[in-house]
C-alpha cells in the first residue's frame, strides 16, 4: 500500500448526485455537494433520516451511480477500476442474493469472482459458514432463508477476500440483538486489524457503539461531521459514577458536593441500556444451551489469518 | 356497497397499473400503427386488398391481444404475490375471492381497451385500403389515402399528447397515451364519415364495413377467455411458466380441430383434450365476411355462451386454487 | 483468471436455469415436440416420406424453441439482476464487464448446445430407425439412404456454349466422393405453363475436358415439378471439370419440341460427399452458431431495457430483420407490372425512397446473419460444409457477437444500474 492510501482510503470532494426524469431534467438532488474523508482504520458511520443520500453516496462509491459532479478516489484509484474492487468489500442495503443456490455455493461463485484459489475458496467458505452461524442451513437453497439469515451470508460474502475497505448499507437490519451485538463486536475487531469501514444506519446506538466518526446527512447534505466525542460532549454537565450507596451514603455525597462544590447534583441509579441487559441475559442461556450463532471471535482470528495479521 | 366499492377500486387500479407498464404502450402503440400500415404496405392485389387488410388486421388483433392478455393476467396476480403488494392488499379488510375476481375484471378492462383500438383501426383500415371504385366519374382502384394519414396522425399525436402530459404535468406516459388514442380513433371514425373516398366532403356517403364488429368481438371473447386462463394459472405459478404455458394453449388450441378434433371420435385421449382445450377456431370467423356474407346472431351467442361458461368455470377454479395459495 | 471468473459467471448462470426449472420446462417441451412429430406425421406412407418431414419439422421446431428460450434467457440475464437488486453485488467485485457479458452468454449458449445435442440423438436415433425399417435394395431403402440419410454436395452447374440444338452445362465434380456412395443425383426444372402432362423422353450424358463420354442415359423429364437423374458414382471424375449436355428425343407429334429450363432453378448435380451423422452435426453447430447470435442480442438488450421491453426489442428487431428482406424483395419488382391507378399513387414518392433505403441499409448489416440458413437440407440430404461451419461460427458467432458484446459492454459502462425503480 502507497503512503497516500497508507493514510487516506476514501477522499470524497463535492461529491453531487442529481437524479433526472426521461427528459433529463434534474428530479431529486440526492447529494448535495459532499466532502469526505476517511483514514485508514476509521469507522465512519453515515447518518441520516430515510432519503438523505446515505445509500446513494455509498452506492456512487462502488461505482453503482456516477457521479453529477465531484470527484471519489477510494483506495488510491477509481470506483469503476478492477484492482479497487479486489479490496472492497460491500454489504448491501438488501441482501440481494442469488435465491437458488445454497450459501456454500454462493460464497465459493464470489470467491471465484476474486480469483481465489479453488483450495483457498473452500477454506474460507468453510470458516465463514462456521463463523456467520450458518452451519445448520449450509445445504438450503438462499431463497428459503429468513431476512437474519440472508443478512449473515450477506456479511459472510462481504468478508470473503479480508477486504481493505468494507461498506456497509444498514449492517445490522434484520439481525436479532445478538446478531446486532456480534456484527458490532467483528467491526471493531476488524477497524483494530487496519479495516477501513465506512457504514450507514438508522441505528444510532449501532453508531454510537462502534463509529470513531460519524457524518450526520440531510436532504443531500452533510449538516454534521466530527468524531462522537466531539459532538456528544456537553460542556455543562459531568458525570461521577461510584459504587450503589444507602440512603444514607447518598444524601451524605449529594451534601459534600453541594457544599463542596457549590453547584446542583443529584444522584440516579446507573442502569444499563436495553441492548446490554438482552446481550447479558442471552450469554447467560447460552452457557447452558448451546445455540447455532457464530462466534466473533472466531471472525476476528479468520480475517487475521487470512491477512497474514 | 362496501364491497362493490372495493372491487371497482381494485379492478380499476389494476387496469391502471397494468396500462402504466411501458410493455403494455409498447404492445398497444406496435399492433395500432402495424395495423394502420397495413394498406401501405400490401402489395396490390386486384381488388382483393379489403379482405387481406380486414384478416391482417384481425390476426394482428388476436396476436398482439394474447400478449396483452397473458402479461396482463400476469402482472395482475403473479407479479403482485411475488413482490408481496398481494400480502399488504390482502391484510386489508378484502376477501381472497373479491381479490381474484376484480384484479380479473381489471385486466378484462385492459383487454376491452385494446380491443376498442384495435377494432376502430380494423375498421378505418379496411376503409383505406384498395377498392374497384366506378362512379362519379371514376373508374379504377382508389384508397382512401385521406382517411389512412388521418389515422397515422391520430397515432403520433397520440404519443405526443402522452409526451406532452408528462413533460409538462409528470403525468404518466402510458395511460395517457392510450386515452388519447382511443379517443383520436374515435375521432378518426366521425371525421371518416363526413368524406367520401375520394376526400370530397360527403357526409355519410361512404360507410364504415360495420359486419367487421361482430369478428372483433369474437376475437375479444377469446383474449378474455385467455386472461381468465391466465389469471387460474397465476393463482399456481409465476409469469414465466405463465406466459410459457398460455403461449402452448394458444398454440394447440388454434390447432385443436386438427391434432385432436379429427381422432376425438376414436380415441378417448383426443376427446378429452378436445374437450378440454379451449378452441380458438371458435372466435376465428374472418371467412364469414368474403362474399358480403356477415357473422350470424345464432353463432355470437352460442359463442358468448362458449367463453362465458370456460371464463366462468376458470375463474372458478382460481378462486378454489387461490383461495389455498400462500401468498 | 479471466476465464475462472467468466467461468464462474457462466457456471452460475447454468445452474440458475437447471434449479429455476428453466432447462426442465426446455427439455420436456422439445422432446414433447419430438416425440409427438414422431408419433403423428405421416408423410406419403412411405419410410421415407415419413423421415424426411420428421427431420425437417423436427429440425425446424427444435430451431424456433431454443431461438425463443435463448432469447427469452438472454433477455433476462442483465435486466432481471439489475431489476432484482443481484447485480449490484456482482458489480462491486473485481469483474470486467466483459468478463460478465461473456459469462453470461456462455452459461445460456451451454444450455442451448445441451439441447441441441439431445436433439440431434433424437434425429440421429430417427435415423438409425428408418435404416433398420427398410430393405437396402428397395425402392423406399434407397430413397432413405441415397436421398435423406446421406450429405451430398450440391453443385451447380453453369450453362455453355453448346453445340447447334444441344443444351450444356459445365460444373466442377467435389473433390471426394463418400466411400461406397453408389449414385449422384441430377436436379434440374423446366419452366411450363402446363400442369399434369405426359411425360418428354431426354438424353443426358456426361463428358469429361477432352471429351470423352463418362455416362449416357435416355430418360423421361416431367414439365412441371422436379426431374431427378441418378448417374452412377465411380463414373463421375472427383475433382475435374465435367460437361452435362442435354437433349430432346421427339417421338411423338404431341410432345413439345423444345423445352426451356428454369432461370431460378438451376441445373445441379448433388454428389454424395459423407455420412448423415456428420452432416447432422454441421447442421445442429450452424443452428448452435444461429442461437449463439440471437443469446448476444438478448444480452445486450438485456442490458439497455427491462425485461419485458428488452423481450419485445429483440422480437421487433429480429421480425424487422426478416421483414427488411421482404421490402428489398419487393422493392426490385418492376415498377408498371399492377393494375392502373385513379388518382395519386398509394403511397407517396419520398415514403417509397426513404423506405426502400432505410430497408436496404437495413439489409446490408443484417444479410450475413440471414445467409446461413439450414431449412430443408438435413431432409433434402444435402451436405452442410465445414467451410460453412467455420464460416458461420465467424460471421455470427466471433464478428457479430462481438459486436454485439462490445455494445453490450459499452451500454453496462454507461447504465447506472443501481438507480432507484
Not at chain 1, 449538516?223 to 444507602?246: C, I, K, S, Y
Not at chain 2, 377467455?225 to 399456481?236: G, I, K, N, P, Q
Not at chain 3, 413439345?256 to 432453378?265: C, L, R
Amino acid at each position: 500500500m502507497d503512503q497516500a492510501t497508507n493514510s487516506t482510503v476514501l477522499e470524497v470532494v463535492q461529491l453531487t448526485k442529481v437524479f433526472r426524469d426521461f427528459w433529463r431534467r434534474p428530479r431529486v438532488t440526492a447529494v448535495d455537494g459532499l466532502d469526505l474523508s476517511v483514514r485508514r482504520g476509521e469507522i465512519v458511520g453515515l447518518l441520516g433520516p430515510n432519503g438523505s443520500g446515505k445509500s446513494t453516496t455509498i452506492k456512487m462509491l462502488l461505482g453503482l451511480l456516477h457521479p453529477t459532479e465531484g470527484s471519489i478516489s477510494i483506495l488510491g484509484g477509481r470506483p469503476a477500476d478492477v484492482a479497487v474492487r479486489k479490496r472492497i468489500g460491500y454489504l448491501p442495503e438488501d441482501s440481494t442474493l442469488y435465491r437458488y443456490l445454497t450459501p456454500r455455493e454462493t460464497l465459493m461463485f464470489y470467491g471465484r469472482l476474486f480469483d481465489l484459489s479453488v483450495a483457498e475458496r473452500r477454506q474460507r467458505t468453510a470458516e465463514l459458514i462456521e463463523m456467520t452461524g450458518l452451519s445448520a442451513a449450509v445445504d438450503r437453497a438462499v431463497g428459503e432463508f429468513s431476512k437474519g439469515m440472508a443478512r449473515r451470508l450477506g456479511l459472510a460474502q462481504a468478508l470473503l477476500n479480508a477486504p481493505d475497505l468494507l461498506v456497509l448499507d444498514e449492517p445490522t437490519s434484520g439481525l436479532d440483538p445478538m446478531g446486532c451485538r456480534q456484527v458490532k463486536d467483528l467491526l471493531r475487531a476488524l477497524a483494530d486489524r487496519g479495516t477501513t469501514i465506512l457504514l450507514t444506519s438508522h441505528l444510532l446506538a449501532d453508531v454510537e457503539h462502534i463509529c470513531d466518526r460519524v457524518v450526520i446527512m440531510y436532504d443531500g447534505r452533510p449538516r454534521a461531521a466530527g468524531t462522537l466525542q466531539n459532538l456528544l460532549e456537553t460542556e455543562e454537565r459531568m458525570t461521577v459514577n461510584v459504587p450503589t450507596l444507602d440512603a444514607a451514603g447518598t444524601k451524605r455525597l449529594l451534601d459534600l458536593l453541594r457544599k463542596e462544590l457549590d453547584c446542583e447534583a443529584d444522584v440516579s441509579r446507573a442502569s444499563m441500556n436495553l441492548e446490554e441487559f438482552f446481550v447479558s441475559v442471552v450469554k447467560e442461556a447460552k452457557a447452558t444451551d448451546a445455540s447455532g450463532h457464530g462466534d466473533d471471535s472466531q471472525i476476528a482470528a479468520f480475517l487475521c489469518k487470512v491477512r497474514g495479521g | 356497497m362496501a364491497r362493490f366499492r372495493q372491487a371497482v377500486a381494485l379492478a380499476g387500479l389494476t387496469a391502471l397499473e397494468v396500462l402504466r407498464q411501458p410493455v403494455c404502450l409498447l404492445l398497444f402503440l406496435i399492433s395500432i400503427t402495424l395495423t394502420a400500415l397495413l394498406p401501405f404496405l400490401i402489395l396490390h392485389r386486384f381488388g382483393e386488398d379489403g379482405k387481406l387488410v380486414r384478416d391482417s388486421a384481425f390476426a394482428l388483433h388476436a396476436v398482439f391481444g394474447i400478449f396483452v392478455a397473458g402479461y396482463a393476467a400476469t402482472t395482475a396476480l403473479s407479479r403482485e404475490m411475488e413482490g408481496g403488494t398481494a400480502a399488504a392488499v390482502l391484510s386489508k379488510p378484502v376477501s381472497r375471492d373479491l381479490f381474484f375476481l376484480a384484479k380479473f375484471v381489471g385486466v378484462v378492462g385492459v383487454v376491452a381497451i385494446f380491443s376498442l383500438c384495435s377494432g376502430l383501426t380494423a375498421l378505418l383500415v379496411e376503409r383505406v385500403a384498395e377498392k374497384f371504385v366506378m362512379s362519379g366519374g371514376m373508374v379504377g382502384y382508389l384508397s382512401d389515402n385521406q382517411t389512412g394519414g388521418l389515422l397515422l396522425l391520430a397515432i403520433l399525436a397520440s404519443c405526443l399528447v402522452g409526451a406532452y402530459a408528462n413533460y409538462k404535468r409528470q403525468r404518466p406516459f402510458g395511460s395517457i397515451t392510450v386515452t388519447t388514442l382511443l379517443a383520436g380513433l374515435v375521432l378518426c371514425i366521425l371525421v371518416a364519415g363526413c368524406f367520401d373516398r375520394a376526400g370530397q366532403w360527403a357526409p355519410f356517403a361512404s360507410r364504415l364495413n360495420w359486419r367487421l364488429v361482430p369478428v372483433s368481438l369474437l376475437i375479444t371473447m377469446a383474449l378474455v377467455l385467455m386472461s381468465a386462463f391466465a389469471m387460474a394459472l397465476s393463482t399456481v405459478v409465476g409469469t414465466v411458466p405463465t406466459l410459457t404455458v398460455c403461449s402452448a394453449v394458444f398454440m394447440l388450441g388454434l390447432m385443436s380441430d386438427y391434432l385432436f378434433g379429427r381422432h376425438a371420435a376414436e380415441s378417448l385421449w383426443a376427446r378429452t383434450l378436445y374437450s378440454i382445450l379451449p378452441n380458438w377456431q371458435h372466435f376465428w370467423v374472418c371467412d364469414q365476411l368474403n362474399a358480403g356474407g356477415q357473422v350470424a346472431g345464432t353463432y355470437m351467442g352460442l359463442a358468448t355462451l362458449y367463453a362465458a361458461v370456460y371464463s366462468a368455470a376458470l375463474l372458478c377454479l382460481g378462486v378454489v386454487v387461490f383461495r389455498q395459495r400462500d401468498v | 483468471m479471466m476465464r475462472n471468473r467468466i467461468l464462474g459467471i457462466a457456471g452460475l448462470m447454468i445452474r440458475q436455469a437447471v434449479r429455476s426449472r428453466f432447462v426442465f420446462c426446455l427439455f420436456v417441451l422439445m422432446l414433447s415436440l419430438l416425440v409427438g412429430f414422431a408419433l403423428t406425421i405421416k408423410g406419403d406412407g412411405t419410410v421415407a416420406g415419413r423421415l424426411q418431414v420428421l427431420l425437417s419439422y423436427a429440425r425446424g421446431a427444435v430451431g424456433v424453441v431454443l431461438g425463443i428460450a435463448s432469447l427469452w434467457l438472454a433477455c433476462g440475464a442483465f435486466s432481471v439482476e439489475i431489476e432484482n437488486r443481484r447485480l449490484h453485488l456482482v458489480m462491486v467485485k473485481p469483474v470486467r464487464n466483459v468478463e460478465l457479458w461473456i459469462g453470461k452468454w456462455l452459461g445460456i449458449v451451454t444450455v442451448a448446445a445441451l439441447m441441441l445435442t439431445v436433439a440431434g440423438l433424437f434425429l440421429m436415433g430417427a435415423g438409425t430407425v428408418a435404416l433398420r425399417r427398410t430393405a437396402p435394395d428397395g425402392v423406399d431403402g434407397r430413397t432413405v439412404r441415397q436421398q435423406i440419410l446421406v450429405a451430398r454436395q450440391r453443385v451447380e452447374a453453369v450453362r455453355a456454349m453448346g453445340e447447334a440444338g444441344e443444351a450444356r452445362w459445365e460444373l466442377d465434380c467435389p473433390d471426394a466422393v463418400a466411400s461406397g456412395a453408389s449414385v449422384s443425383t441430377l436436379q434440374y426444372r423446366f419452366v411450363s405453363p402446363l400442369r399434369d402432362q405426359p411425360p418428354i423422353q431426354v438424353h443426358w450424358a456426361a463428358v469429361d475436358a477432352n471429351g470423352a463420354s463418362l455416362f449416357e442415359a435416355d430418360c423421361e423429364a416431367y414439365m412441371d415439378g422436379v426431374n431427378r437423374l441418378d448417374i452412377p458414382a465411380e463414373s463421375l471424375p472427383p475433382g475435374e471439370r465435367i460437361a452435362l449436355v442435354f437433349g430432346m428425343r421427339v417421338n411423338q407429334p404431341d410432345t413439345p419440341h423444345h423445352v426451356t429450363f428454369h432461370p431460378e432453378y438451376p441445373v445441379e448435380l448433388y454428389v454424395p460427399t459423407g455420412g448423415f451423422g456428420e452432416n447432422l452435426l454441421r447442421t445442429l453447430l450452424l443452428m448452435f452458431c444461429r442461437v449463439a447470435l440471437l443469446a448476444a442480442l438478448g444480452v445486450t438488450v438485456g442490458t439497455v431495457f427491462t425485461f419485458p421491453v428488452a423481450v419485445f426489442a429483440s422480437v421487433a428487431m429480429i421480425m424487422a430483420t426478416l421483414v427488411t428482406q421482404f421490402f428489398v424483395f419487393s422493392s426490385a419488382c418492376e415498377p408498371g407490372c399492377g393494375h392502373e391507378h385513379h388518382g395519386e399513387e398509394t403511397t407517396p414518392q419520398w415514403v417509397e425512397w426513404t423506405g426502400e433505403h432505410l430497408a436496404r441499409g437495413v439489409q446490408c448489416v443484417v444479410a450475413p446473419v440471414l445467409h446461413y440458413r439450414v431449412r430443408g437440407r438435413l431432409a433434402g440430404g444435402v451436405a452442410v460444409t465445414w467451410d460453412e461451419v467455420h464460416e458461420a461460427a465467424g460471421v455470427l458467432v466471433f464478428m457479430y457477437g462481438g459486436a454485439l458484446c462490445a455494445l453490450g459492454c459499452g451500454a453496462l459502462r454507461r447504465r447506472e444500474i443501481a438507480l432507484p425503480v
